[in-house]
């Protein structure tokens, strides 16, 4: 806390209330490592959440569509449109974070997210069907971007390395293992197809009240507000002042600016730009992937809706590979970062990040190649399976670099900068999700594949290239001071 001097009569303008050895506490770095841990866990626990609300329901699609009495392509709109709102709502939980805090914007968000998958359940035709996923993705959306934001206010550069590919994972095994459960369901017949959306409604609400219990807020200039307060409060003197807040406008001002800042960094930033593009195509391809599974496994190999789903357990399989490469890319990072130390940087520069996505960048159009030349009725399954764990090990790879990637560029702003990376990239799996089905009715498994092979191998540069010419492309375009 600062005492500023600045009155005539000697008296204090104002108390400044700022990061500091008297409330060091308050800074969630020096939390204890077991605070932070359960914290980023629970918090993690949303990320799985929501990607799993995003796939469950295309695994009962079939059953869906015979109730509703629609056709594929209609029904796909319920996956569709729950994409889209996932990135529009992106667009306000990233900003509402920095401005009423992470914990406050989880728990808005979830209460509302529970609603509108409640209203999905129930929905008696496809009309309400399509308009409650619309909402329960949009308001399904924040830990897409605050979650980013989370760990950047817990953890260090070093720590990083190791905690957000394991929380990646985590929030990355949700759709996958959600079509096992989903399939079951519509398969077996035992319950109703509507009961994807009540399994996920009742996870919905253990982790809801597992954040309102556990969980505190980790934004550091709202715990300086509300400390602000508390002395206010306690000693009825209103010249107690967060030091976040000295020089910020109003709550409305801020709010407009907050909401104003995703859209000036994705057409300011080249990083921004350049990385919400290829994720975005990285994500069309997945889903386009992921829709395909049925045509893969289930005409190519006759196999029942029950063991399609089965299938998805060799992405999952993929992405604990990813995991398992961890503690190499933690000990290189760690080199690179105490190097830097020693020259007089503060961390290793963000393009240290990116050695997971060029580990992974080939992986990703070799197994799509791989799947789509192997997947004959003559040729063992296993083929196209074992191409699928590449595929899931490569998916992982580019995600965590990229998040990691920005969280180091932007720090205090990355939940910002995450917003871009989610609305780009929900936006255009959403569309992949309407048109892959016609894709492979048409095209085949086989050229549908290669299709998506050969946007992979375009792709396949650009890590390597931000690896060498990342930090020009930053120092000429460097990013904005937070305010």
Known sequence: MEDTDDRKDGKSARFIVKQGSDISNLNPKEWSTAEKRKT?????????????????????????????????????????????????????????????????????????????VMASALSPNIGAQIVFRAFSGFFGSTPLTTFGGSTSDMWNPVDRAYV???????????????????????????????????????????????????????????????????????????????????????????????????????????????WSIYLSIVYAVLFGFLSGYTFIFGDTYNMSQGFVGLMFLGMNVGFLVALAICPWIYKKYKQKNDQAIQAGETSAPPEERLWYAMLA???????????????????SFWSPLLASVMFGFAVQGIFVSSYLYLIDVFEGLAASALVSLTLSRYLMASGMVVVATPMYSNLGVHWTLTLLGCIGVLCTPIPYAFYRYGHQIRARNPPPEMS
Request: proline share 5%; hydrophobic share 55%; aromatic share 16%.
């Open 164 to 274: 957000f590919p394991v929380m990646a994972c985590l929030s990355f095994l949700g759709p996958f293992l959600a079509p096992l459960v989903g399939s079951y369901i519509g398969y077996t017949g035992v319950l109703s197809w509507r009961w994807v959306e009540w399994i996920t409604l009742i996870m919905a609400a253990l982790i809801t009240l597992l954040i309102a219990l556990f969980c505190p807020e980790t934004y550091m200039p709202t715990l300086l507000e509300r400390r602000a307060y508390h002395f206010r409060r306690c000693t009825g003197d209103l010249r107690f002042t967060a030091e976040s807040t000295l020089h910020s406008p109003d709550l409305k001002t801020r709010l407009k600016r907050n909401f104003a800042r995703p859209f000036i960094l994705l057409f300011s930033q080249y990083v921004v730009v350049f």
């Open 40 to 116: 980023t866990a629970i918090v993690g626990l949303t990320g799985f959440l929501v990607a799993w609300s995003s796939a469950i329901d295309s695994a009962v699609m079939k059953q869906a569509k015979m109730e509703f009495g629609v056709s594929d392509v209609t029904e796909s709109l319920a996956t569709a449109v729950f994409l889209a709102a996932f990135g529009l709502g992106a667009l306000c939980s990233g900003p509402l974070s920095e401005t009423i805090g992470r914990l406050q914007t989880y728990l808005f968000s979830l209460v509302l997210f529970m609603v509108f």
């Open 361 to 379: 960048a080939p992986c990703f159009a070799i197994s799509l190649f791989w799947m789509g030349w192997t997947a004959f009725p003559t040729i």
